[in-house]
């Protein structure tokens, strides 16, 4: 009899120190799932900056041509003028 209730110990503590391990794996899962999580929104923030400052540089890139493309163009036109001038 003694040895029934010692073998029915022993199985609840091995129950227990099973249950007690399965559900220490499952915090530190949730939370490098958590941490997963986290550092995909800041991903997607760090995304989201570097497309502002992509089309904030496209922007000024655009309009630094547009203002080379008419200092050429009033270039042209005095280049023009002046051979004008020296054919007369």
């Known amino acids: 009899?003694?040895?029934?209730?010692?073998?029915?110990?022993?199985?609840?503590?091995?129950?227990?120190?099973f249950v007690g391990c399965s559900k220490?794996?499952?915090a530190p899962a949730a939370a490098a799932?958590?941490?997963?999580?986290a550092a995909a929104s800041e991903a997607t923030a760090a995304a989201s900056e570097a497309a502002v400052a992509v089309d904030a540089a496209a922007s000024e890139t655009a309009a630094a041509a547009s203002d080379a493309a008419a200092s050429a163009?009033?270039?042209a036109a005095a280049a023009t003028d002046?051979?004008?001038s020296a054919a007369h």
């Open 82 to 84: 002046a051979a004008a």
């Open 73 to 75: 163009s009033d270039a």
């Open 33 to 37: 799932a958590s941490e997963a999580v």
């Open 24 to 26: 220490k794996e499952e």
């Open 1 to 17: 009899m003694l040895f029934k209730k010692f073998a029915v110990a022993a199985a609840v503590a091995a129950t227990l120190a």
